[in-house]
């Protein structure tokens, strides 16, 4: 689908909002590049000050998403189509998989696939109980990297994924992120500025969560390029790698929708399957086949306190540096992820969409975990390769530290770069689009100019952050920017379920046995008063009062 000006739902751009957000972003590009060190004072200061006052924040929030995803899923409202009662899906359930798949994660689990188990092995999360290094200390790498990478973040994207959906293709509204806050700020106002605001907002979000990304990936080529190659692994090389891949977005996003995103995306899952296919039969197989029922039963069974641990009585530095870091990472995704999961998930029941969008990249993501860190976690535990000595090198060397340790390793880790690279260009490619939309009222396919626009701009942060302070500085740029988007997502989640209780696709509520009880309850209070005559307690004369009149509703035939 084109996205140029003949394309009817190509609406034209909100100049202001895109004025206003352009600039605030280059204002952020220029500081860091100039101010170095004014940057990276303030900005440590306000990651301090946030970690120490907020942490809970993000910790209690990111549990009422998991919540709510459950509830609304297994209630009455997973009945609802997102989209008139007739509709069907727009893509096909592969297509539709893998879409949500490369636009919510691809990056950063070639990233931290790896690199994540083994630095949880090689120092053991504060409170854990476990000796660094021990099979226990392994089990407990891979709990932690489940908590992180599964049902929680997904239940970030599919609650701002189902509130947009259901505000555009169920009320017909458009597809911009202030568009699912109607029932808190009105029609008129959510379309004026104080939705603007909300989806200014977004794209700032946007643009830094999806920086981080980008960031992240050009880090592992670079360390690949050198690991494989013995190419000097430096800034300017990352630098020339965000500007090559950038150029290659830029190609994609002229394609649009159907066929740039969505064929880049399937390959992405087809040469992420065969990567993970080819360490799992090469590599301790057996070991990765008792470690998936291991690992998920552990997990499954910690759950509660993995999701219930804030600062209070462990280190607060380890929780920024990861759980905080995560959330807020996945926070700052949402309205991009989001919006993109929604795009393509119209006519999907909404029980279909969660329970699609929470459990299959979960599994799909567990599988991962096991196969690729279990894989190198057994590998040093067994001695036949230092693999914690990696953690030292970064997280971005523990990949290719592993792939090294295999049969035709330099050809599977050419594919790793190649698939690391493909990640980069879609999710540049999603993100844009959206911002593309959210900076146009909302059209479905925005203008090229402006979807390429913001994509450059993205990836000037993502070379920026990185010049400025590497993976320190893109961490404490994404928790800062994703802090208000907590407050900014619980109001959605509120504005969604007060919509989803007048929805007649829903069907009628059921008659609970506590209404029954309260019926009973009242019907006695009635009886009562009259038997005893008038009861002078202001609040049982209310009640009393509600009681015959549902008594006289019931003989008049409305009960």
């Known amino acids: 689908m084109s996205t140029d000006a003949h394309d009817p739902q190509a609406g034209p751009p909100d100049l202001p909002l895109v004025a206003i957000g352009g600039l605030a972003v280059v204002a952020v590009v ?15 200061s306000a990651l301090g000050w946030v970690l120490n006052n907020f942490a809970w ?18 209630s009455r409202f997973g009945r609802i ?5 007739d509709d069907r899906p727009e893509f096909g359930n592969l297509a539709w998989i893998a879409m949500m798949f490369s636009a919510g994660m691809g990056i950063g689990l070639m990233f931290y696939g790896v690199g994540e188990p083994l630095q949880h092995f090689v120092s053991p999360p504060p409170g854990s109980g476990v000796t660094a290094g021990s099979p226990a200390a392994a089990r407990t790498a891979l709990e932690y990297s489940f908590f992180h990478w599964t049902l929680h973040p997904w239940a970030i994207y599919g609650m701002s994924g189902l509130a947009l959906a259901y505000a555009g293709f169920r009320k017909g509204r458009s597809n911009r992120l202030s568009a699912a806050f ?7 106002r959510a379309a004026g500025w104080p939705g603007r605001v909300i989806d200014l907002l977004a794209v700032f979000a946007t643009v830094f969560g999806t920086a981080t990304s980008l960031g992240l990936g050009a880090l592992q080529v670079s360390k690949g390029l050198n690991i494989t190659t013995g190419v000097q692994d430096s800034r300017s090389l990352e630098l020339i790698i965000i500007a090559g891949l950038s150029a290659a977005f830029v190609l994609s996003a002229f394609s649009g929708l159907h066929k740039g995103v969505k064929w880049l995306s ?14 799992f039969v090469v590599g301790p197989t057996v070991f990765v086949l008792n470690t998936v029922p ?39 995704w949402a309205p991009f992820v989001g919006t993109f999961i929604a795009r393509i998930s119209r006519g999907r029941t909404i029980r279909e969409f969660l329970i699609g969008v929470l459990l299959v990249p979960s599994g799909a993501t567990v599988v991962w975990f096991c196969v690729m860190g279990g894989s190198a976690l057994r590998l ?5 390769a230092d693999m914690a000595g990696t953690v030292k090198q970064g997280a971005e060397a523990s990949l290719f530290a592993l792939l090294d340790t295999l049969p035709l390793s330099a050809v599977v880790s050419w594919l790793a770069m190649l698939l690391v690279m493909t990640y ?15 900076s146009s009222r909302g059209a479905l396919h925005p203008r090229t100019w402006l979807v390429v626009t913001w994509g450059v701009l993205m990836a000037a942060v993502a070379a920026v952050l990185l010049v400025a302070g590497g993976l320190g500085s893109l961490q404490s740029a994404t928790i800062l920017v994703a802090l208000p988007f907590v407050v900014v997502m619980l109001a959605l989640c509120w504005a969604l379920l007060s919509e989803l209780r007048e929805d007649p696709g829903a069907g009628p509520a059921r008659h609970h046995a506590l209404h029954g009880l309260g019926d009973a309850m009242r019907t006695m209070i009635g009886e009562a008063v009259t038997e005893t005559g008038p009861v002078r307690h202001p609040r049982l004369r209310r009640v009393a009062r509600s009681a015959r009149e549902r008594g006289d509703d019931t003989e008049g035939g409305k009960g």
């Open 182 to 188: 109607a029932p808190l700020l009105g029609e008129e």
């Open 380 to 384: 040093d535990m067994t001695g036949a």
């Open 424 to 438: 980069f260009i879609t999710s540049a490619d999603s993100a844009s689009l959206v911002m593309g939309s959210l």
């Open 30 to 44: 220029a500081w860091a590049a100039l101010g170095k060190r004014s940057f990276d004072r303030v900005s440590g």
């Open 81 to 85: 189509r997102l989209g008139k009662d």
């Open 57 to 74: 924040l993000f910790v209690i929030a990111a549990d009422v998403f998991l919540a709510l995803c459950v509830v609304i899923a297994f």
């Open 294 to 332: 291991a690992a998920v039963g552990g997990y499954l069974q910690d759950l509660l306190t993995l999701a219930t641990r804030t600062g209070a009585f462990t280190d607060s530095k380890w929780l920024g540096a990861w759980t905080v870091f995560y959330w807020a990472w996945w926070l700052s």
């Open 266 to 279: 399937t390959l992405n899952i087809v040469l992420a399957a065969c990567l993970m296919l080819f360490v």
